[in-house]
């Protein structure tokens, strides 16, 4: 495990490509072990299979770190980052370390085009924290693509046991090509519905549906919340009508909304707004509701793909 | 029908007078205006007490919740106490995820929003 000095300053962004359960659990227990002994805050999200490895590998200081399931709170990435500034908020102006694999080989595509998203959008969010980060890749589980991408999405490595600087980090500013291709096509099934004013009715039409695809009636009031807010924005920031896309398959239900609207802010939605702000809880509420939110924006207008799942996850491997 | 009905009533407690506002159907970006005027309306009175009742509503978006939080303001800035009472889940489960329910009182149900 390289040196890591309790230095203040920029956000250290460590993506660590491990290859066995030993170098795994060793390796990020010495992170979290070297911040505990240095009286440092230190917070893990991990699948829930990975957390027993590295709290046995850490003993007694497994006590004074914070951990938490990953399947949970990174379900949709789109939440983690507002967990992770929460937890720095919370020991403010301390140094902080924090352990995050939001990447697992049995995770969709979409859902690992999210979660490197995420990881491309951590070296915006942090970039002025005085924090951390490492984050576990298993290389050989994961394909090639994704494991070229976390070089993208990071501006260190971790591999073999040596550190150094990544020479296809792409900047704060940077996101890998996934993040930015088209959304796959929609079934042909689907169901496609333009509005204008009709809020009652995209909501009435979103109800039905989640009810028919067999969407619990709390998670289908979440779906309904979901599309009505992203829907909202057509109203607010367009002069032209919207389109509202509902399908769904065995595994989950997804809404889609395109418009002419324009997001610029990557991080639209990531931020915990204060209770008293009188804006910025829309997207906001998209992303504690839903499973999982694919956004592409451009001049040309903005897409919002929202899925929920209907029976339970598929199993960590 | 109007996606979004109000009907406010000044109503006669053994302690004090308080402002009764009731809301019932939908409430998002599409009213939020009239809501906006109808509150605004009221908390100019500078009522001591202000109590919105959510057992009608049926979904609040976030452009509703600003409404609220906006009168909440003005209300803190005037001495007098806004509380939500009643919410059904899906309302209640939006005040939850913003936050909104620790800023803002929320009651099970109009006597107890009172009693507080």
């Known amino acids: 495990m390289a040196e890591s000095p309790a230095t203040s300053g920029p956000v250290r962004h460590v993506g660590f490509f491990y290859r066995t359960a030993k170098e795994y659990a060793t390796t990020v227990a010495a992170f979290l072990g070297d911040g505990v002994a240095a009286g440092e805050p230190a917070f893990a999200a991990l699948p829930a299979g990975q957390l027993g490895r590295v709290a046995d590998a850490l003993g007694a200081d497994a006590r004074r770190v914070e951990f938490a399931d990953m399947t949970e709170l990174g379900r949709n990435p789109g939440r983690i980052i507002p967990r992770v500034q929460a937890f720095i908020d919370l020991h403010g102006g301390q140094h902080v370390r924090y352990v995050g694999e939001p990447i697992w080989a049995s995770r969709s595509r979409a859902e690992l085009q999210e979660a490197t998203r995420h990881e491309a959008l951590v070296n915006l969010a942090f970039a002025g924290a005085d924090a951390e980060i490492l984050c576990p890749y298993d290389s050989t589980r994961l394909g090639q693509a994704v494991i070229a991408e976390a070089r993208q999405t990071h501006p260190l490595l971790l591999s073999g046991g040596d550190e150094g600087t990544s020479p296809e980090y792409s900047g704060p500013f940077g996101l890998p090509s996934s993040c930015t291709a088209p959304l796959p096509a929609w079934p042909d099934t689907a169901m496609i519905h333009t509005y204008r004013s009709d809020l009652s009715q995209v909501r009435a039409l979103v109800l039905k549906s989640a009810r028919e695809a067999g969407l619990p009636d709390e998670r289908a009031g979440d779906l309904v919340l979901a599309v009505s807010e992203v829907a909202a924005n057509t109203l607010r920031h367009t002069p032209s009508p919207g389109t509202l896309v509902i399908w769904h398959d065995s595994h989950e239900i997804v809404c889609e909304i395109h418009d002419d609207g324009v997001i610029t802010d990557p991080l639209a939605g990531r931020r915990r707004p204060a209770p008293a702000a009188l804006g910025g809880h829309g997207l906001w509420l998209v992303h504690q509701v839903c499973d999982l939110v694919e956004l592409r924006s451009d001049n040309t207008g903005t897409t919002v793909r929202m899925h929920m799942a209907i029976r339970s996850r598929r199993p960590l491997s | ?116």
């Open chain 2, 1 to 116: 029908m109007d996606l979004l009905t109000t009907s406010v009533a000044t109503v006669e407690s053994d302690s004090e007078p308080y402002t009764l506002v009731e809301l019932t159907g939908e409430a998002d970006v599409t009213n939020s205006d009239a809501l906006r005027e109808v509150l605004d309306t009221e908390v100019a009175k500078q009522p001591r007490t202000m109590i919105i009742d959510l057992s009608g509503l049926r979904f609040m978006d976030s452009s509703a919740l600003h409404v609220i939080l906006r009168a909440n303001r003005v209300m803190d800035r005037q001495g007098g106490v806004l509380a939500l009472a009643s919410p059904r889940e899906p309302v209640a489960k939006m005040l939850r995820l913003t936050a909104a329910d620790q800023l803002i009182p929320v009651y099970p149900s109009v006597s107890e929003a009172t009693a507080g």
